[in-house]
């Protein structure tokens, strides 16, 4: 029997312009508790849902100044490696390309649910979407997975809250799930992803 496979895409940053970058470089708050190692639940996943699943996650391009065509070239190039029947999840940035992604393309693999995270659905306070801003529809993207499912905690800093509320607008058949106190899901446990993963059907 085939294990259950699941691609992971995390979060990154993007600019519209080269010097919005440089700018956000010399001028970025550095907490230094963010340089540190960071294991977190993505390396985990594996081992928390054990060897019914196989759990892939690529180094997306130039996640601190990411542009859509560039993931998107990548990705096209992963997802005919894997088998029908994927489970994707998107978190932060990889959310919001996930939506994008699977609403203006058709997967060549059949993707039984997908799972956004965080996901920002417009301009962040500081730091905009750039080549990853959304169409205004999503139809193609609901129409082409089973299930979706929106994740996010209400005292997220890095995507405000009030972007789940617009995700829900547009893709009204997704499963939503709400947190309190996860911020932005930089955490290193997270056993309610492992339960909701093993409960799809």
């Given at each position: 029997?085939?294990?259950?496979?699941?691609?992971?895409?995390?979060?990154?940053?993007?600019?519209?312009?080269?010097?919005?970058?440089?700018?956000?470089?010399?001028?970025?708050?550095?907490?230094?508790?963010?340089?540190?190692?960071?294991?977190?639940?993505?390396?985990?996943?594996?081992?928390?849902?054990?060897?019914?699943?196989?759990?892939?996650?690529?180094?997306?391009?130039?996640?601190?100044?990411?542009?859509?065509?560039?993931w998107d070239i990548w990705i096209s190039r992963v997802l005919p490696l894997l088998r029908d029947d994927l489970l994707v999840i998107g978190h932060s940035?990889?959310?919001?390309?996930?939506?994008?992604?699977?609403?203006?393309?058709?997967?060549?693999?059949?993707?039984?649910?997908?799972?956004?995270?965080?996901?920002?659905?417009?301009?962040?306070?500081?730091?905009?979407?750039?080549?990853?801003?959304?169409?205004?529809?999503?139809?193609?993207?609901?129409?082409?997975?089973?299930?979706?499912?929106?994740?996010?905690?209400?005292?997220?800093?890095?995507?405000?809250?009030?972007?789940?509320?617009?995700?829900?607008?547009?893709?009204?058949?997704?499963?939503?799930?709400?947190?309190?106190?996860?911020?932005?899901?930089?955490?290193?446990?997270?056993?309610e992803l492992t339960s909701l993963i093993t409960n799809i059907h």
């Open positions: 029997m085939n294990k259950q496979q699941i691609l992971v895409i995390g979060g990154g940053d993007t600019f519209d312009t080269y010097e919005q970058y440089l700018e956000f470089l010399r001028t970025f708050s550095i907490d230094p508790e963010r340089l540190k190692p960071y294991v977190g639940w993505k390396l985990r996943l594996q081992e928390d849902l054990g060897d019914r699943y196989e759990v892939f996650a690529p180094k997306m391009p130039n996640v601190s100044n990411a542009k859509y065509e560039e940035l990889g959310g919001v390309f996930l939506a994008k992604y699977l609403s203006e393309k058709t997967s060549p693999r059949k993707i039984r649910s997908a799972i956004l995270l965080a996901a920002p659905a417009y301009d962040l306070e500081g730091e905009p979407l750039a080549s990853f801003r959304l169409q205004p529809l999503l139809d193609n993207f609901q129409s082409q997975v089973e299930q979706i499912y929106l994740l996010h905690s209400r005292d997220d800093k890095v995507v405000p809250f009030a972007h789940l509320a617009e995700y829900k607008k547009l893709l009204p058949e997704a499963k939503v799930v709400e947190f309190a106190e996860y911020g932005h899901f930089n955490i290193e446990d997270f056993p």
